[in-house]
């Protein structure tokens, strides 16, 4: 099973019920695959531990620290989107839990950044039609030439479901904004919002290089830094993208 099947799969346990226990072996093979994890920016350097101080009845909490320089919140949410997806896969359940506080709030030079729950949950308490979960509609998301991933990376997680993503398709060239749509943030404290959809970000990321590799897509991208904070709209990466042959390459 690969990262694109398991975006069918994955879902958000807000609350841990009826687990099981996550054994020497699959914590080591969590420590083992997160060691070998692809950031977004190899620039910024971050670390991640592993606690057994558990929430909402979770076994563990994976804790997530960085330099605050560059877009790290951004390179944190696409680094985690790759240990969610992996979770998944040995029926792993995991919680992106925005209001977690750590016993540590800092490692060195680096400053906690957002946590995750996680637990062993039966096999059958995962997605079984990704497609019934509430989100926007395409049509909110997506402007011009719509590909076949257009409808699945719609699904990707993100703080109070804001979903702050939108993509332009021109010509084989992808636009992708963070957006914030004015007055929206459900119950999320106001000074937190950009905050978290940063982080969102780097899960839609992920979400969207998964499928393009799924549908053979070779691209190049283009990242940019984000110095507007209270902006409805702006700029944060764009792609060119053709099929050629299959893989990443980054500028």
Request: hydrophobic share 35%.
């Amino acid at each position: 099973m690969n990262d694109y099947e398991m975006i069918f799969k994955r879902k958000s346990f807000h609350v841990f019920r009826n687990i099981e226990q996550i054994n020497d072996q699959e914590l080591e093979e969590l420590q083992s695959f997160i060691q070998n994890i692809q950031p977004l920016d190899e620039s910024i350097p971050y670390s991640i531990k592993i606690v057994s101080e558990g929430k909402r009845g979770s076994q563990y909490c994976i804790e997530f620290y960085s330099e605050e320089k560059g877009n790290y919140l951004r390179n944190i949410g696409y680094i985690g989107e790759q240990i969610d997806l992996w979770l998944a896969k040995k029926n792993i359940g995991s919680l992106w839990f925005g209001i977690g506080r750590p016993e540590e709030k800092q490692e060195g030079n680096q400053q906690f950044v957002i946590m995750m729950a996680i637990a062993k949950m039966p096999e059958n308490s995962f997605r079984k039609d990704m497609f019934k979960a509430k989100r926007k509609s395409l049509e909110e998301i997506w402007q011009g030439e719509q590909l076949p991933l257009s409808n699945i990376i719609r699904f990707a997680p993100s703080a109070c479901n804001t979903q702050p993503w939108k993509v332009e398709h021109r010509e084989g060239i992808l636009n992708i904004y963070r957006y914030k749509k004015p007055g929206k943030r459900g119950i999320m404290p106001l000074d937190k919002v950009t905050y978290y959809n940063r982080i969102d970000i780097g899960i839609f990321l992920y979400f969207l290089e998964t499928c393009l590799i799924h549908d053979g897509y070779v691209f190049e991208s283009v990242q940019y830094f984000e110095d507007e904070e209270d902006v409805e709209q702006v700029l944060v990466v764009q792609y060119k993208i053709s099929k050629e042959k299959g893989g990443r390459i980054y500028e």
